[in-house]
């Protein structure tokens, strides 16, 4: 008895992971984060900030009540260039970029390398408000393993046979390119507050993809993103973002906030804690803890569901960690950018 539950529980597996394999133009792995992963948001954020060169990781874990439901981790290194080649307050950046996404634990793997480039205008001779156009070329492989699907007629009056003729595969890997492009202003009043506004479209070109006897073009995902930084005293800013996101018939609105407190009061290279909450409509509310220290920033989140999803989920949305480590020389002096 046992035996035949455990063979019914991979068989729903594989029903799970088809649906997910389907319908996978839907959704593209993404992060409550979004804010602290500039080059999955938007390619014009590439080279977009105040230093000579900024590393960001992400890593996600959805849903731990369900093991290794969706696991996410993303890495990416930008830098500006040209800097004496080109108007002064302009920003030419380049960036590369990789991602990698298992999903039914391990079933369903994605990986993919980006290679980005982005210029920003300077709009006035101190450079506060600017605006800019991105892009970024993509190679994803996509890798499903066969091995863990049990079928239905697997199973025989001669036992268990490991083969079936339930499905046709195009092959357990699937490799495309993509390109992707946004467009971003910042803008400043002062010199000491910043706030952006952004839209990005990625898998322009929509790509083929499936491992059916059939493919699926990969639908675009369109973002608009905004937010800003406002200092509040001497000792406290206040950062705020939100963004909302459409893929197929699937869309997600995120807003929220944390409130920094620079403890050394030093705007250069801070020592500052973060507090503060987004909000997924209809889904899960996302606590924030962060923590800064020179041109270093860790932040942590957690999703706690708030949808019809909580009860399966034991109201355990994922984890979520991200790093951004900036570097600037000890006599840089930069221009107002966002900031993550």
Not at 151 to 175: A, R
Not at 206 to 211: A, C, L, S, T, Y
Not at 255 to 274: C, T
Request: aromatic fraction near 12%.
């Amino acid at each position: 008895m046992l035996e035949h539950f455990n063979k019914m529980r991979k068989i729903l597996t594989l029903v799970c992971t088809l649906f997910v394999c389907q319908y996978i133009n839907a959704q593209d792995p993404h992060f409550s984060q979004f804010f602290a992963s500039p080059l999955t948001l938007n390619p014009a954020f590439t080279g977009k900030f105040s230093g000579s060169w900024r590393l960001a990781a992400n890593h996600r874990d959805q849903w731990p009540s369900i093991p290794k439901a969706y696991v996410t981790t993303s890495a990416s290194i930008d830098f500006p260039i040209l800097k004496k080649r080109i108007p002064e307050n302009d920003v030419f950046g380049v960036g590369i970029s990789g991602l990698t996404d298992a999903s039914a634990n391990n079933i369903l793997k994605l990986n993919y390398g980006s290679v980005s480039m982005s210029y920003h205008k300077a709009l006035d001779e101190d450079g506060y408000s600017t605006i800019g156009a991105g892009f970024q070329a993509t190679y994803s492989n996509m890798n499903l393993d066969i091995s863990k699907f049990t079928f239905e007629d697997m199973l025989t009056q001669n036992g268990f046979t490991g083969t079936t003729s339930d499905i046709i595969y195009n092959g357990n890997q699937q490799g495309y390119f993509d390109v992707n492009a946004g467009i971003l202003y910042s803008g400043s009043t002062n010199g000491q507050n910043n706030f952006y506004l952004g839209a990005s479209m990625y898998h322009i070109n929509r790509p083929k993809v499936g491992f059916k006897d059939k493919n699926w073009y990969l639908s675009g995902r369109i973002s608009m993103h905004g937010g800003g930084s406002f200092p509040l005293s001497s000792m406290f800013t206040a950062h705020v973002s939100a963004i909302h996101q459409i893929q197929n018939k699937a869309s997600e609105t995120i807003v929220g906030a944390a409130i920094a407190a620079n403890l050394n009061q030093d705007e250069e290279r801070p020592a500052a804690i973060y507090l503060g909450s987004w909000l997924r409509f209809n889904d899960a509310i996302i606590p924030y803890v962060g923590l800064e220290i020179g041109g270093l920033r860790i932040g942590v989140s957690y999703d706690f569901n708030i949808s019809n999803l909580k009860a399966a989920t034991f109201s355990r949305g994922g984890s979520e960690f991200s790093l951004i480590f900036i570097k600037r020389p000890p006599d840089y002096k930069g221009i107002p950018c966002p900031k993550f």
